[in-house]
């Protein structure tokens, strides 16, 4: 049937720019509906054949009758939601509206599907929301509690598409049977394997932002957090850095599982972007990049920080004071804030972690800006705290000096820092030998003697983001091995 297939086409697929921008601005607020039971991870799926189907006469009278494959019921659900929106309009309040109105008719049709066609033996009613949403103009878009599952939601959603196309080039679609989906959906050994899944992880069904992620405290964090099962957004000034620490988690842990999802949405459970913290559009790209590749976010980290050392007189010249408050305080607000955004749009409990500085409360010569910047920093997470209270928590880490793996302590400020304590050297040394040995002289200045690691830093955020200190919020956790010039007064 060529252009007639599925009826010919009724609406025309947004252009590109503009698909992008209405789906990055959708996904947080429907993903915050879709996760009233439980949080969901999302894939967008807008190739040429979905947004065919999507836009065509016939899209939602053959998504209204249902998937044919009984092996797809568990992922796919019965049938999707299809948005009656005109995308020519591009009145995202309105597409909402319909979305909205689309939910709530949805679970009352999926709660009466479950009353009609229940047995004696049937397994309790599942989430009655959709997993897989049609929106004309901008293609499908496919929710699991990973990013895997939602893959693979929407890899057999396209399956159903292409049966449908398939019978209606000969003749007409029909569905199966409404009882015998019901008894394949809830299917009581099906059930008894859902049952004796293992228990989900701590940060399971989320999406975190870690700013920093190429090197130090970031990485450290990134390589934690998704242990514990989180989705990795692996954010750095240094894109090459941050696509390599996301490189390192899919490698370790696999790519995950299904073929769905275009573009940036084609993902599996780690990107790496690059992002400069002190451009808000540049920030506000990185969300909707976020938002895209998983529907939305649920925490940010930021490690990022910037330190200039000073010249042989013990200063350093206005651009560089700005960089250091424009990386360390303006850069860490326009994360947190456009972060703020997005919450608010999914309406799901969020957390954010700064990372300041033993500095910021311990005055000593020669590091000026960054200290002062970095007490800046400190009561940002108070006055931010304040603000996004009650949806969103705000705390922070605050390191002694790390020295491994950070990218503040090139060669040169190594080499600065220990003539500065009469550490003895040799030029010929390596710079990671450099660096231990400064390392080793901060370790001894600290009460527990011990070295000050990004790992260290890393649990620290990880039991902030985690259920765990869940009332706690506008505080500063030291992370310093104990140091008494810094015991709260």
């Known amino acids: 049937k060529a252009e007639r297939t599925f009826g010919g086409r009724k609406h025309a697929p947004l252009p590109d720019a503009e698909r992008r921008r209405i789906q990055a601005q959708l996904l947080p607020w429907l993903r915050g509906r879709l996760s009233a039971a439980r949080r969901v991870v999302g894939t967008v799926q807008d190739d040429e054949r979905m947004l065919r189907f999507v836009g065509s006469h016939d899209g939602s009278r053959l998504a209204a009758l249902g998937t044919s494959c009984p092996d797809h019921f568990l992922r796919t659900k019965i049938r999707p939601l299809f948005a009656d929106w005109d995308p020519a309009s591009g009145d995202i309040e309105a597409l909402k509206a319909a979305l909205a109105r689309g939910l709530d008719q949805y679970r009352k049709d999926y709660q009466a599907y479950y009353a009609r066609c229940r047995r004696p033996d049937s397994p309790g009613m599942r989430d009655p929301s959709p997993t897989v949403v049609l ?10 509690k990973n990013k895997s599952e939602s893959r693979v939601t929407a890899e057999f959603y396209n399956c159903a598409i292409e049966v449908m196309r398939g019978a209606e080039a000969i003749d007409r679609y029909q569905a199966m049977d409404e009882q015998e989906a019901f008894d394949i959906e809830y299917w009581p050994l099906e059930e008894a394997k859902l049952r004796r899944m293992p228990p989900e992880k701590e940060l399971d069904r989320q999406v975190i932002v870690v700013v920093g992620a190429g090197a130090g405290i970031g990485k450290a964090t990134a390589h934690r957090l998704v ?3 989180a989705h990795l957004v692996c954010v750095d000034r240094d894109e090459a850095a941050a696509t390599a620490t996301a490189r390192e988690i899919v490698d370790r842990y696999g790519p995950g599982i299904g073929v769905g999802g275009s573009g940036i949405s084609n993902c599996g459970p780690a990107i790496g972007l690059g992002c400069d913290i002190t451009d808000r559009a540049s920030v506000t790209r990185l969300f909707d990049d976020a938002a895209l590749a998983y529907g939305g976010v649920d925490a940010v980290v930021v490690t990022a920080g910037v330190f200039v050392a000073p010249d042989t007189s013990g200063r350093i010249d206005d651009g560089q004071w700005g960089l250091t408050f424009g990386v360390n305080v303006t850069g860490a607000y326009i994360v ?21 500085s033993a500095n910021a409360v311990v005055a000593k010569k020669g590091s000026l800006a960054y200290d002062t910047s970095k007490a800046a920093a400190n009561h940002l997470v108070r006055e931010l705290a304040v603000e996004m209270a009650p949806l969103v928590r705000v ?10 793996g950070s990218t503040m302590f090139p060669r040169e400020r190594v080499t600065a820092s220990l003539a500065k304590y009469a550490i003895p ?4 040394e390596t710079t990671d030998a450099l660096r231990d040995k400064l390392a080793g002289f901060y370790a001894k200045r600290s009460l527990t003697q ?15 983001l985690s259920r765990r200190l869940s009332k706690t919020t506008g505080h500063v956790i030291p992370v310093d091995g104990g140091l008494q010039d810094g015991f709260l007064r």
Request: proline content about 6%; glycine content about 8%.
């Open 135 to 144: 929106v004309p103009g901008l293609g499908m878009f496919a929710f699991g």
């Open 336 to 356: 947190a804030d456009e972060a703020h955004r997005v919450f608010e749009k999914q309406g799901l409990p969020a957390s954010v972690v700064l990372t300041t």
């Open 450 to 464: 011990t070295l000050i690691e990004p790992e260290d830093q890393a649990e620290a955020i990880f039991l902030l």
């Open 395 to 404: 705390n922070a880490v605050a390191p002694a000096t790390v020295v491994k």
């Open 425 to 428: 050297f040799r030029e010929d």
């Open 227 to 229: 242990r514990e099962g």
